[in-house]
Structures are given as structure tokens and as C-alpha cells.
């Protein structure tokens, strides 16, 4: 199965721009999405095919990266992006999910 | 506006059959292109891709689990299901069920359930 590592868990401030970053095990093309995850709530997509902004998601997400390499990138935070953020490939069978980061701002 | 809506027992016992129904509107998995997924949470922990239906019948499960799942739809109801069998207590989980759309080679969840909790417990 293709692996996906992330950091677990990032602190910032509101304002500021932050990059969460996914990198797997072996090349999933841009076959990489990315979801939000909020307390007690379902995950909520964000970026679909590496960089393809979901309808109604503020476009102060965005989404790079292509083969083992991905960023999604927030800027600026706002408080209400405090969540945890997991990306997920499809080009590989099994689809996999990342371990997913905690995004804290302080 | 697409929703789903996933149901479940609650609670079941080692050995049992766990039985799950995804209940959605909004679109129709007679459309081309349309599917559900089904996706499980331990408490506290990642997400776990179990299995997948298309429009046309076509499924896919995850090979650590294939000989435990079923997958199957009824499309004049709006209902997807997923049968786990011989459970034990590491299927505890909210499960989740989600709509998949198909992209350049690969597919994603755009619309996901608030999930139901599972727990297996003797």
C-alpha cells in the first residue's frame, strides 16, 4: 500500500501562512486530495487532483505538488482553520490517508 | 444539495455481522460516474478507505478486508450498504460513508456522512 507521512501536528498564528505537507511513499501522480477535519465532525474536501480547489472552499487554501511530494497551503489562517488536516491518494490501489496533521494557532 | 446519512447498530458483539446503510439525496448512483465509499475512524486515530460502488455495479475493496466485506446498493431507494463479518473489537470505529466522483485517473470523496459509531464489545 502507498504510505503517506505527515507531520502530526503544526502551531501558528492567525495571519500567518502555513504548509502543511504529505509526502508518499511512492509516486500517486496528482492523484492527492486534501480534507479537513474538524472536533466531532465528518472530513470536509478542501483539494481534489493535487491542486484543484473545491467549490466553496475559500481560496485561501491551495494546493500544490505532484509524484511523492504535496503541500496544501493556508494563507492567511484564520482561528476557524484550527482542525486537522489529512490528505489521501487515489492513483494507487488501495486508496490511503495520511496520518493527518493537527493545526493549532496560537 | 447533496447529503448522506449513515446507520448502524450502535453496538454488536465478536463474531456478529455488522450491517451499515448510507441513506443519501442529492444525487442518483445510476448516474455515470457517480459512487459511495465507505470509510471507518477509530476514536482518536486515521482514516481507513474500506470499499467502494460505481454506477455501474462495479466494486472495490480494501485487500486487508476483502474477505470480510460486502458492498451493494439499492438505487431506487438511495441506499448504499456495507455487511462486515466476524467482527472483534478492532472495528470499533465511526464509519462513514461518502460520495465519490471520478477525476483524472484517480476519484475522491466530495460529500461525506457525519459517520455512526460502531462498537464491538462483549
Known amino acids: 500500500d502507498t504510505v503517506l507521512t505527515q507531520s502530526p501536528a503544526l502551531a501558528v498564528s492567525p495571519g500567518e501562512r502555513v504548509t502543511i505537507s504529505c509526502r508518499a511513499s511512492?509516486?500517486?501522480?496528482?492523484?492527492m486530495h486534501w480534507y479537513q477535519q474538524k472536533p466531532g465532525q465528518q472530513p470536509k474536501l478542501l483539494i481534489y487532483?493535487?491542486?484543484n480547489l473545491e467549490s466553496g472552499v475559500p481560496a485561501r487554501f491551495s494546493g500544490s505538488g505532484s509524484g511523492t511530494d504535496f503541500t496544501l497551503t493556508i494563507d492567511p489562517v484564520e482561528a476557524d482553520d484550527t482542525a486537522t488536516y489529512f490528505c489521501?491518494?487515489?492513483?494507487?490501489?488501495?486508496?490511503?490517508f495520511g496520518g493527518g496533521t493537527k493545526l493549532e494557532l496560537k | 444539495q447533496v447529503t448522506l446519512k449513515e446507520s448502524g447498530p450502535g453496538i454488536l458483539q465478536p463474531s456478529q455481522t455488522l450491517s451499515l446503510t448510507c441513506t443519501f439525496s442529492g444525487f442518483s448512483l445510476s448516474t455515470y460516474g457517480m459512487g459511495v465509499g465507505w470509510i471507518r475512524q477509530p476514536s482518536g486515530k486515521g482514516l481507513e478507505w474500506l470499499a467502494n460502488?460505481?454506477?455501474?455495479?462495479?466494486?472495490y475493496y480494501n485487500p486487508s478486508l476483502k474477505n470480510r466485506l460486502t458492498i451493494s446498493k439499492d438505487t431506487s431507494n438511495n441506499q448504499a450498504f456495507l455487511k462486515i463479518t466476524n467482527v472483534d473489537t478492532a472495528d470499533t470505529a465511526t464509519y462513514y460513508c461518502a460520495r465519490t466522483l471520478p477525476g483524472d485517473s484517480y476519484w475522491y470523496f466530495d460529500f461525506w456522512g457525519p459517520g455512526t459509531m460502531v462498537t464491538v464489545s462483549s
Open positions: 489521501q491518494q487515489s492513483w494507487n490501489d488501495p486508496p490511503t
Open positions: 460502488i460505481w454506477w455501474d455495479d462495479d466494486k
Open positions: 487532483g493535487a491542486s
Open positions: 511512492e509516486s500517486v501522480s496528482t492523484g
